[in-house]
């Protein structure tokens, strides 16, 4: 009987959503197993396919695998964590396995631009007494191993073989020996992301606080055993440390890790603390480089060349084979979930994958998840903290400026008095400050003062930001643009003003206040091209700047010894979105914001402008009062069923008439309602209309969900089906950061 493999193949829709059995050619025995990527008949072409450790029933009619693409891909472990993510987010199999190998390795589009090497993998004594014996029985291996032994630091494949007179099938053979081993030589040295710095000798002193965490931390690695850490720590309070003295433990126990960061932005300056610390051990992975380094980073992180691994999201899927930790820093952040299919949640495959490997997982945050405090209370997390910054310093002032009254006082400003003044203090002493503003543009909309309309944008229904750098009005959903009205296109007036603030504004304002002052602006406009961030924030390091303006990108991860003052212009932009984590979502964001004054010598302080002063946000805010803001927000999430105290799936129709988008959702909620699940809706997305097509949702609320995703799963197929004749598109998200 003919060997047979269970593959999977390459191809996202319902009926390839399986595996299918093919025959393996006797010439590929050898080379057929779990991770090897193949070439295989289906219907009437030939699709690429990946082989499974699955059994592989026999079946009539099979096809052989026609050629053999690449091997070893992924591991049989690789493939529980594929089955887990595509059980649990209800995606297809290949969209889970397309997470592990990313484009250029599943294309193999640069493997020809990276150079094989070959060295031997004994010591020289071994190596002679193996030439003997394969002289007499594999006289082509022995022609590779007495080349090799002539080359202890390695020679280029294509060479080797040449100069030995071999196919690649003795090199396999000598290398499955043990004898040899096979790297892959990436870009130069200077075009990787890494700095790979000579290493630092001393280390800091740890003080109290932080020795307890690394000592619970380190013994965790030590033993090998699964534990899920919350390292609950100020911002400036030395959580970075414990995550460097943590990788350090692994790295001593041969193992390796991964560190994740919420945006790309931020792997930069990561990036340079770590190889600081650990030189060429560390690599980069994120959708931010180039394809051709990305393919270099994978193989090295494959090969064993490099051991820890820093990155944004899908760094988490990097192919580290033996794993001691896994850091999330800053793990609220909502960048932490993928909005595309898979829509995986970061801190989740973490675990799961942690458990895999008997790693520990350190959740880092000044300002936890609710969740993930809870766990922690509950004791499924083990909490530790970190209560003060280091050196004693102090954590920021904060002074609320009630924008109410300053307008009664006659102040139309953006700026309150106090933070003019601020500013003006900050200038005058030669330090520098932060400016805060989550909203991009110069005005967020503009509008008729005749007859009230405003601009809108025509495939969304939303409104138009005015972008005074090219004078364009932009949606920022959509990406539609136009030149600004010069008369109203619907009574003709010339009575059109912008209204609103936008980061452009804030910078165009400080230059008129104070014109001697060095203005940056960071936000995704000034940041476009690549490079960008990393010239403007050096910029600001070096202190060719003495004001930063920016939204979010300014909120986090940030250390800058002379920034004494941060402004956060509005605190109130995101409290009221019908989001049932906008609350959370504004007080983490001004704690983190906050956080970037006083990490210096200088004393540092927060002005924060508001027109809700007694809001629970501001208010938790203004003292630094996470534990506060916790328990008022985890009242109001057991009131109304949120996590964690129920688990959540909201699923979304997307259509370009909005009756079959709640038709098709009113259907599937009527397939489900015996169910024990609370079922709110269907409903109209807050954002309705957005790309052309109308958007409504169904939301799912249950304790534990694990048998009701079975179920959706299996009344999908019927419902797309179903959906498609209408036009309509489905979207299932478990575990939504996001509900707008």
Known sequence: ???????????????????????????????????????????????????????????????????????????????????????????????????????????????????????????????????????????????????????????????????????????????????????VEGPALEERPCCNEPRRRELPELNPAQARAVSAITAAIRDERFETFLLHGVTGSGKTEVYLRALAAALEKGKGGIVLVPEIALTPQTLKRFSERFGSEVAVLHSGLSARVRYAEWERIRQGQSR???????????????????????????????????????????????????????????????????????????????????????????KVVDMRAELMAGNRSIFSSSLAEALADVLRRGEQAILFLNRRGYSTFVLCRQCGLVATCPHCDLALTLHNHNRRLVCHHCGFTREPYRTCPRCGSRLIRDFGCGTERVEAEVARLFPAARVLRLDSDTTGRRGAYEEILGAFSNQKA??????????????????????????????????????????????????????????????????????????????HAYLDFYRLELARRSRY??????????????APAEEAARRVLADLAGRLKSLEVRIEGPAPCPFLKVGDYFRWQVTFKGKDLEGFRRRLAEELPAVNSYGKRLGVRLSVDVDPVSYL
């Open 1 to 183: 009987m003919p060997e047979l493999a269970a593959v999977l193949v390459d191809q996202v829709n319902p009926g390839t959503n399986r595996l299918f059995t093919y025959s393996v050619p006797p010439e590929f025995t050898a080379r057929v197993r779990c991770g090897t990527q193949v070439k295989v008949p289906f219907q009437r072409r030939y699709l690429t396919g990946y082989v499974t450790p699955e059994p592989a029933p026999e079946v009539p009619g099979l096809k052989p695998i026609a050629e053999v693409l690449a091997e070893d891909l992924f591991t049989p472990q690789d493939w529980e964590l594929v089955r887990w993510l595509s059980a649990r987010y209800l995606c297809h199999l290949v969209e889970a396995l397309r997470l592990i190998l990313p484009p250029e390795v599943r294309n193999f589009r640069y493997a020809g631009r990276h150079v094989e090497w070959v060295a031997p993998n004994l010591a020289a004594e071994e190596g002679r007494a193996l030439l003997k014996e394969l002289e007499r029985r594999a006289p082509a291996q022995a022609r590779l191993l007495a080349a090799l032994l002539e080359a202890p630091g390695g020679i280029p494949r294509a060479q080797l073989l040449k100069e030995a007179g071999a196919g690649p099938e003795s090199l396999k053979a000598l290398i499955r020996r043990g004898a040899a081993a096979l790297r």
């Open 308 to 398: 820890v691994v820093i990155g944004a999201r899908s760094a988490l899927f990097a192919p580290l084979r033996h794993t001691g930790v896994i850091i999330l820093d800053e793990e609220q952040e909502p960048a932490y979930k993928q909005e595309e299919s898979p829509r995986y949640l970061a801190r989740e495959v973490a675990i799961f994958r942690a458990r895999q490997d008997r790693a520990a997982l350190i959740l880092g945050s000044a300002t936890p998840a609710v969740e993930t405090y809870f766990k922690a209370e509950q004791g499924q997390y083990r909490l530790l903290t970190l209560p003060a910054r280091v050196g004693g310093r102090p954590l920021p002032e904060v």
């Open 546 to 623: 003495d004001v930063l303006v920016g939204t979010q990108m300014v909120a986090k991860g940030l250390d800058f010894s002379r920034v004494s003052l941060i402004g956060i212009i509005s605190a109130d932009l995101a409290l009221n979105l019908p989001d049932p984590y906008a609350w959370e979502r504004t007080f983490q964001l001004l704690e983190q914001v906050a956080g970037r004054a006083g990490r210096g010598e200088v004393p540092g302080r927060v002005v924060l402008q508001t027109y809700t002063p007694d809001h629970p946000s501001i208010a938790c805010a203004e003292r």
């Open 641 to 654: 069923h949120y996590p964690p105290f129920a688990e959540v799936v909201l699923v979304r129709a997307a």
